[in-house]
């Protein structure tokens, strides 16, 4: 029995021992870890009084932008008028503005510097890069409503534009014959003439063009109706290109002189007040430079205008001739030399073809194939190299 009773209180012993020395060891760890705890009790109530501080000056941020926009946007509005692109200038500036708050709110939480450092590099890079792109593109817009037909330059492909921009062609620009550029290799060596000359006119109109073709060949084509009726034509926006100062045909009927654009867009665009204003305005300075001339202006599209540009054009004297469309027409232009009196044809791709002007009183005119041209007693122009033909 008193063994028992010594092995209880033994036992009894131990357990008092071991709780005692474990007590001691949480004692330990508490002290070691309570000045880590203070610490970040400190650090959380630092993160929460920063993330007050950037909510302070969020909002104050806001709402310094909000009364910033509205006196911007009051003067915006005030310049729309003359300027409607600077409104867009303003609005623009301002939502890249809010953009930048955000994005240093969004990268606030759980900083990491060195991703912190490169995210405002890129940033910086980014925003020089936007800036001058929208300069250029507000500069743009407002050339554009000095310029008007610079807007028509926005729907071309890169290579029309150099096209336009060089003046280059395939038509007759090279030291070949430019039928070469219709026909196959065999083709050309094999075909008569007539024949080769037939088939590359009919490619001419069938192949697919640009639109800065397209729009040459509205031209001519109204061009053409003005010489069928007997005025003489000159060919002025294919001839002079950008130097056209908006005069596309300058048609000439006794003393009276025409002044004509053309515009052939498609049946969804609109013709607004601002080309009349410009066809317009160069009709003026022709008039300043020719004053004996009897002088108007028309307008001729394929497509219709607005009833504000109808008014207007009404209002100043400008005639309008709408829903034109280009079509085939006889485009071959049987020419008697003045020089020699020699019968010569020209086909549209032939060096001296918008040069070439049609006086029917003299008995000149359009034919529509080479066949009937010949027959008519005409040949085939020579490549022009400054000499006589």
Not at 141 to 150: A, D, G, H, I, R
Not at 292 to 321: D, M, N, P, Y
Not at 365 to 372: F, L, N
Request: a positive charge.
């Amino acid at each position: 029995m008193e063994l028992f009773i010594g092995i209880i209180v033994i036992g009894c012993g131990i357990y008092a021992i071991a709780w005692i020395v474990k007590k001691y060891q949480k004692a330990s760890l508490y002290d070691s870890l309570k000045p880590r705890l203070d610490n970040l009790d400190r650090y959380n109530l630092e993160l929460d009084q920063k993330r007050d501080q950037s909510n302070r000056e969020f909002a104050e941020s806001q709402k310094k932008l909000a009364l910033q926009r509205e006196s911007i946007l009051l003067l915006a509005k005030q310049k729309a008028i003359g300027f409607p692109w600077l409104a867009d200038a303003y609005s623009d500036f301002y939502h890249l503005e809010d953009l930048k708050v955000a994005r240093g709110l969004e990268t606030k939480s759980h900083p990491a510097k060195k991703a912190a450092e490169e995210v405002r590099e890129a940033g910086q890079r980014r925003r020089t890069a936007e800036r001058k792109a929208r300069l250029v593109e507000y500069q743009i817009k407002y050339y554009e409503s000095l310029f008007p037909w610079l807007s028509e330059l926005k729907s071309e492909d890169v290579d029309d534009e150099l096209i336009r921009v060089s003046g280059l062609t395939t038509d007759g620009d090279g030291d070949d014959d430019p039928v070469r550029h219709w026909l196959t290799p065999e083709e050309y060596r094999k075909l008569p003439n007539n024949q080769k000359c037939e088939l590359a006119l009919e490619r001419y109109w069938t192949k697919k063009k640009t639109k800065w073709e397209i729009g040459r060949d509205y031209e001519r084509y109204i061009g053409y109706l003005y010489e069928k009726d007997g005025s003489a034509v000159q060919y002025q926006g294919i001839i002079e290109g950008f130097d056209d100062l908006g005069r596309d045909l300058i048609v000439k009927n006794g003393n009276s002189t025409q002044i004509v654009q053309c515009k052939n867009w498609s049946k969804e665009k609109t013709i607004h007040e601002k080309h009349i204003f410009q066809l317009y305005g160069t009709l003026i300075a022709y008039q300043y430079d020719h004053p004996t001339e009897k002088t108007t202006a028309s307008f001729v599209t394929s497509t219709s205008l607005s009833q504000r540009a109808r008014g207007f054009a009404k209002l100043i004297g400008v005639e309008v001739k709408d829903g034109l469309p280009l079509v085939r027409y006889p485009c071959i232009k049987c020419h008697v030399s003045k020089k020699t009196g020699e019968k010569i044809y020209h086909l549209p791709f032939d060096q001296q073809y918008d040069k070439t002007i049609i006086e029917v009183e003299k008995g000149e005119y359009y034919v529509d194939s080479i066949g009937e041209a010949e027959r008519r007693g005409f040949r085939r122009a020579f490549r022009y190299r400054g000499l006589k033909e």
